[in-house]
């Protein structure tokens, strides 16, 4: 079966760094993706893991290890607009399956 | 970036009516659409796998014969909703995959949400 593990809820400050854990055991694994969803719209792509280690793109990085089935969103310098859900998805075969989500609230 | 369109946003009907929702892919070619489900203050749950020209493939526990599913060209891909009940309303959303861009990565719809009543 397939299985994402994310935490519900997380909350953060202003200009704090928070991280977003990931597990999977998936049939099957073509990569890992990160999309943040608010309330109300669609999800919109942050990042994409397929090979072990770290990718940066500017305040977002995410990394990954497949032997561990594990994977990390970090966030820094945290705004306010960055409160939504983070959504963990892997691609197992064709279809992308999500985790339920971790919803971040970041306060001033 | 590539551009999925999901028509209509949002849609209110009564119980016992057909609602079709459409997703088209703007700028490029996609076999293969995703159909998913979010209830409130839940994630994304993959309901079928749309591919062009042939039938769709559904997830375990999804009524093929209640969302019907049609692949109609390399552009469009449409799901019905029939019969529908209160439980039934959700938010709907489709995606696609731009194979050309490298990462595969995954476009959605802007999403439909329906309202039974």
């Known amino acids: 079966g397939q299985n994402i593990d994310q935490p519900t809820e997380m909350t953060a400050t202003e200009g704090a760094i928070v991280q977003i854990n990931c597990t999977y055991q998936?049939?099957?694994?073509?990569?890992l993706f990160w999309y943040q969803q608010h309330a109300g719209e669609a999800p919109t792509f942050l990042s994409y893991?397929?090979?072990?280690g770290l990718e940066e793109k500017g305040r977002f990085s995410s990394f990954l290890s497949r032997s561990k089935g594990y994977s990390y969103l970090l966030l820094k310098e945290l705004q306010m607009k960055d409160s939504a859900s983070y959504l963990c998805?892997?691609?197992?075969?064709?279809?992308?399956?999500f985790g339920k989500g971790t919803t971040l609230s970041v306060s001033s | 970036g590539a551009v999925v369109s999901q028509h209509p946003s949002w849609v209110i009907c009564k119980s016992g009516t057909s609602v079709k929702i459409e997703c088209r892919s703007l700028?490029?070619?996609?076999?293969?659409m995703f159909w998913y489900r979010q209830f409130p203050k839940q994630s994304l749950m993959l309901m079928a796998t749309?591919?062009?020209?042939?039938?769709?493939?559904?997830e375990q526990g999804v009524e093929k014969d209640k969302f019907l599913i049609n692949h109609a060209s390399l552009t469009l891909s449409t799901l019905t909703v029939t019969s529908a009940h209160p439980e039934d309303s959700s938010f709907y959303i489709c995606?696609?995959?731009?194979?050309?861009?490298?990462?595969?990565?995954?476009?959605f719809g802007e999403g439909s949400r329906l309202t039974v009543l």
């Open positions: 995606s696609a995959r731009a194979l050309a861009g490298g990462s595969g990565e995954l476009f």
């Open positions: 998936t049939s099957g694994f073509n990569g």
């Open positions: 893991n397929v090979l072990d």
């Open positions: 998805a892997v691609l197992a075969g064709t279809a992308l399956i």
């Open positions: 700028d490029f070619q996609a076999t293969t």
């Open positions: 749309s591919n062009e020209g042939s039938k769709a493939t559904y």
